[in-house]
DNA sequence: GTCTATAGGCGGATAGAC
DNA sequence: GTCTATCCGCCTATAGAC
């Protein structure tokens, strides 16, 4: 019973930290200014966590896995390349629109991470990347997409998603739907009107 | 003469400081840190600037002030709507990697800029996607571009031109000319090969 | 214009009473 | 588990000798 109340106390933590750290920044974020969102002094926290990086790592890697597994899903659909692109596009949007804070500081924090977390991280995001290339690599071998280089197909996808992530506020004119079907189209059928391969 | 190697020196310091930041981030890049690359002692640094955020200042409002100069050749060019997304397009990727440090450091950690500096900053940014979105919205209305929303496109086209930012570096496999390329092909005319309007 | 020395403040984290 | 008090280090910036 303790330990589920002190985990309940630590995930809350946890999530004023997100939105703490998405708004100054992890290194202008002290300790000092989490401690006054949670209501407690600062000595508090270190019965919950070891240290400040503590709570760095754990909003990173919580995005981190769960962006691997839905990746994961992904690769075992039985769909075109297109359609599992199209999916992954979604997934990134929905999962930018849920938790805003934590996607926010794993964008933007990482760096901040002490070693041997910080190659921890960079490698699961390489491997990330990796795995997503090479979908949209067997999707112009098949013939489904324009023959781009796969890498600049694949940061060019991830990072005009990834605006959403700066400017999205809950309540704001354009709704997720909006956002997901006009990314979606551009993305995938371009800009202009009249298309000629 | 005096003035001019001082002149020189300040620029020197900024073209460091710019490096210093977008690796370490501003708050976490200490003026001990900077000297050290510089070579002087970090008390030696204030006969040549004011403050740190000086810094930060002269690198924030020099990117700005750089695309909106370009915004406006561009608004008073002869061409059609998508001809001139084009050549912001193409521009943007053009500063990116010709001054990456200082495109990098005006994008992530312009929320350091103390007050007045950051509403002026902001507002500065404002006004650019304002002008940009119009181009979009007026190529939409003379049939040009897909009937998306406007903001929606511009920060999709904004965000994927950016990632160039945080991956681009000089002597990378991929050139310059197969980046601008290929993120145009895939913003301008969709990833798929066969579309349906 | 650069140096050494240091002021003055805030940072993360710990000790120990309750 | 929370508090007060505090350690100790690093931070930006300044003072004053050379």
Redesign the interface.
Known sequence: MARILSGNRKQFIIEEAGQLFRE??Y??ASMRDLAERVGVEAASLYNHIKSKDELLREICFRVAHEYVSHLSQTEQMEATY?EK?RALLRMHIAIITHDISAVSVAN?EW??LPEPYLSEFTHIRRDYERRFAALIQKGIEA????P??P???L??????????E??YKPGRE?SPQ??ER??E?????????????
């Open positions: 100054k920044g290194t202008a297109a692109v933007n760096k901040h013939g489904e997409f324009r781009v280089n890498k600049i197909a940061f060019t996808l991830l990072a005009a998603v990834r605006w959403v700066i400017w354009i909006t956002l006009d990314i189209t551009i993305l995938i059928h371009g800009l202009t009107q009249a298309t000629a391969p």
